[in-house]
């Protein structure tokens, strides 16, 4: 298997743009101010809890077999745990290998199976999973029906790339539906419109399954700055779905890999209370991944209170 990956290392066709690559400009403070634990702000006589907040990080954790990362998965993926704590949910991306090396830190009472804990190179599994302070209910796994390139645009096809749905118990009665996304790498314009029509099968899937729900997604879009059609797809996606970018409300400038929507419903909505494109160090001051995480404070409330 590694003797394999070492080849795939050697195709310039499969390599990506990594976040860490970005702009030094991009803030990088560690997140120290989430208030985690389901905070509750309101509860009236009957004990119900009828609003509070949640934190949430989405992180990349390159979690590729050592000799194909562009990270040190075998070092750093038991250092994640810890920082992965001070949320409430943590959505995971590229959680392959290695995944056995993260649990013991976590402290999560509620977590995901890996989709297949036998991968190999060739046949990767989703690489998603998610850790909870809240219980987490009817979740799914959805593959892409579309991607690009199995030795060139990236390889995406290697893995089975996609997202993840599930309802998250934020309150004693208050449900919201999570989704955790990974979509196609790569700089090319099959990349591109594979890219297009994974935002066109998310969109449906939200329309067919959560069309009057509030809504939280969080994952690596890999969105290029460059591209024009990206930059159509995402905003058609937003347009047709309702959904609100946390990096454009806090006008960030690291809008185009890693991210967070929400929406609020008729029953329930949500409040951005802070966005921070985050650094998880190890002992040397180093990055744990090749990505940022990026960590929100959602405030919400039921509506008709």
Not at 142 to 164: M, V
């Amino acid at each position: 298997m590694l003797l394999l990956g070492a080849g795939l290392l050697a195709l310039p066709s499969c390599e990506s743009t990594s976040q860490a690559s970005e702009s030094s400009s991009v803030g990088t403070r560690i997140f120290k101010t989430i208030r985690t634990g389901g905070e509750r702000e309101h509860l009236p006589d009957d004990g119900v809890a009828r609003s509070g907040s949640l934190s949430l990080v989405s992180y990349n954790i390159a979690g590729l077999p050592w000799v194909v990362s562009s990270s040190d998965p075998i070092t750093n993926t038991p250092l994640m745990g810890q920082h992965l704590n001070q949320f409430d949910i943590a959505l995971l991306q590229e959680d392959f290998y290695y995944h056995e090396d993260l649990i013991p830190g976590v402290q999560h009472e509620y977590r995901t199976e890996p989709h297949d804990t036998d991968p190999s190179i060739f046949d990767m599994h989703d690489g998603l999973n998610r850790f909870s302070k809240f219980k987490i209910h009817g979740h799914s796994r959805h593959t892409w029906t579309n991607c690009a390139g199995y030795i060139t645009d990236s390889c995406d096809c290697l893995a089975k790339k996609g997202f993840t749905s599930a309802m998250m118990r934020i309150g004693e009665s208050t449900d919201v539906r999570v989704y955790n996304v990974h979509f196609d790498a790569g700089e090319s314009d099959t990349d591109a419109e594979a890219r297009r029509l994974q935002f066109r099968q998310l969109a449906d899937h939200i329309h067919e399954h959560a069309a009057d729900e509030a809504i939280i997604i969080g994952g690596d879009v890999n969105l290029v700055d460059f591209i024009d059609a990206d930059k159509a797809s995402f905003e058609a996606f937003l347009d047709e779905t309702g959904l609100v970018d946390t990096c454009r409300e806090t006008q960030c400038t690291d809008e185009m890999f890693d991210k967070v929507l929400y929406r609020s419903s008729r029953n329930l909505t949500f409040e951005l209370r802070s966005r921070e494109l985050l650094t998880f160090l190890d002992s040397d001051q180093e990055e744990l991944s090749d990505h940022k995480p990026v960590g929100v404070v959602l405030g919400w409330a039921k509506r008709g209170i």
